[in-house]
C-alpha cells in the first residue's frame, strides 16, 4: 500500500492509529454492502478470538470476496481487504451521490439556523413603556436564574458566539452527534430561558419580542442541519488500531 494512501492520527492516550482512505484507487470488485450506522470493527483473520484489527466507519462501501460461517472477506474500493461481522454488513453500496445531496441540505438547514440565531440576539426580546431589550442587553445569569446579579455577561455574544463556531466546524468536517447537539443546545437553551422569564412576568406590562422566536426557531433548525449531518456525510475510512 502506498504511503499516500495512509496517515497517522494520534490518540489521546499517545498510540498510533493508521487511517486508510478507502476512496477509489483501483480496479476492484463493484461494492455490494456497506458499513452500517456506527461503523464496526473488522479483523485480519475469521477467528473471535482474536482482538479486532481495526474499525471501519458507517457507509464505507465494500464487496463481498467471500463468506463462511457468519464471516465475511470484504474488500475496499483501494483494494484493501479484511474479515468483518457478516450479519452486521447492509445490502447494497452507500449513494456517494445520495449523500453529498444530503450533506448540501444539511449545511443550508445550519447556515440557515445559524443565521437566525444571530439575527435574533440582534432584534428585541422584550418590549416595556416603548424601549426595547435585545440579548445584547440581557445579562445570561439573570436571565437564566430569573435573579438579578452582577455578573456582565451578557447572552447576545454567547449566541453569536456559538453559532458561528458552529458554522465553521460545519464547513471544516462533518460534526459528532454529541457536538451538534452541544452547539445548537446552546441558542435553544438560551430561546427557552427568554421564553419562560416572560412568562415569570405576568401583569408587567413587557412584551415578548421577536428575538425570542427567532432564536428558537433558529436552534431547532440548525440542530436539525447538524444532527443528521455525521450520518450523511461519512469520511469513508478504515482504521488499523
Do not use: C
Not at 168 to 194: E, F, K, N, Q, S
Not at 205 to 212: P, S
Amino acid at each position: 500500500m502506498s504511503a499516500s494512501a495512509q496517515d497517522e492520527d494520534i490518540t489521546e492516550a499517545g498510540a498510533a492509529t493508521t487511517t486508510i482512505d478507502v476512496t477509489e484507487t483501483a480496479a476492484v470488485p463493484a461494492a455490494t454492502h456497506h458499513v452500517p450506522e456506527g461503523g464496526m470493527d473488522w479483523w485480519s483473520d475469521p477467528d473471535p478470538s482474536q482482538e479486532p484489527a481495526g474499525s471501519m466507519e458507517a457507509n464505507v462501501p465494500v464487496a463481498v470476496l467471500e463468506d463462511t460461517t457468519g464471516w465475511a472477506r470484504v474488500q475496499a474500493s483501494n483494494g484493501w481487504e479484511g474479515w468483518v461481522d457478516a450479519g452486521l454488513l447492509e445490502r447494497g453500496a452507500a449513494s456517494r451521490a445520495r449523500m453529498e445531496k444530503a450533506a448540501r441540505i444539511s449545511i443550508g438547514l445550519s447556515l440557515v439556523g445559524a443565521a437566525l440565531v444571530i439575527v435574533g440576539g440582534f432584534l428585541p426580546w422584550y418590549s416595556a413603556g416603548g424601549a426595547d431589550a435585545s440579548a445584547w442587553d440581557i445579562r445570561l445569569v439573570a436571565l437564566l436564574t430569573h435573579e438579578p446579579t452582577d455578573v456582565s455577561l451578557d447572552a447576545g455574544p454567547i449566541l453569536l458566539i456559538t453559532a458561528l463556531s458552529a458554522l465553521a466546524l460545519l464547513l471544516r468536517r462533518p460534526l459528532p452527534a454529541w457536538a451538534a447537539l452541544a452547539l445548537a443546545g446552546v441558542p435553544l437553551l438560551l430561546g427557552v430561558a427568554g421564553l419562560t422569564f416572560y412568562l415569570d412576568l405576568p401583569g408587567s406590562g413587557t412584551d415578548l419580542g421577536i428575538g425570542v422566536i427567532a432564536t428558537l426557531a433558529g436552534a431547532v433548525v440548525m440542530l436539525a442541519g447538524l444532527v443528521v449531518s455525521p450520518r450523511m456525510v461519512p469520511r469513508p475510512l478504515v482504521r488499523i488500531t
